[in-house]
């Protein structure tokens, strides 16, 4: 079983950028595809983007598209995720989620970390 911690979140000024981290541990983290999701306030929680084991493929849904960039260093267990142009409507509690099985367009976690809180003021 995998455990995951999450950080880099904070306040950030539209059009600013953050880099999220979620570091892994009780498992080799190769093995897991990971994902990064998020919540809003009074919102379900939704998929941002997945990489694949190796980190050759991702999958990226179309709001974040082209201004966020998904990333992992197996090396260090880690997976990142680069949020640059951010706008009010990406504040939310961010999870990274790890998952054995996995499609990257179908991406759902097995296991989740405790989420950090990125909020962009206008």
């Known amino acids: 079983q995998v455990q995951l911690v999450e950080s880099g979140g904070g306040l950030v000024q539209a059009g600013g950028s953050l880099r999220l981290s979620c570091a892994a541990s009780?498992?080799?983290?190769?093995?897991?595809?990971m994902g990064w999701f998020r919540q809003a306030p009074g919102k379900q929680r939704e998929f941002v983007a997945a990489i694949s084991r190796t980190g050759d493929s991702t999958y990226y849904t179309s709001s974040v598209s082209g201004r966020f960039t998904i990333s992992r260093d197996n090396a260090k267990n880690t997976v990142y995720l680069q949020m640059d142009s951010l706008k009010p409507e990406d504040t939310a509690v961010y999870y990274c989620?790890?998952?054995?099985?996995?499609?990257?367009?179908?991406?759902?976690?097995?296991?989740w970390g405790q989420g950090t809180q990125v909020t962009v003021s206008s």
């Open positions: 989620a790890a998952s054995r099985w996995y499609t990257l367009s179908r991406y759902s976690g097995n296991y």
């Open positions: 009780g498992s080799t983290f190769s093995n897991y595809g």
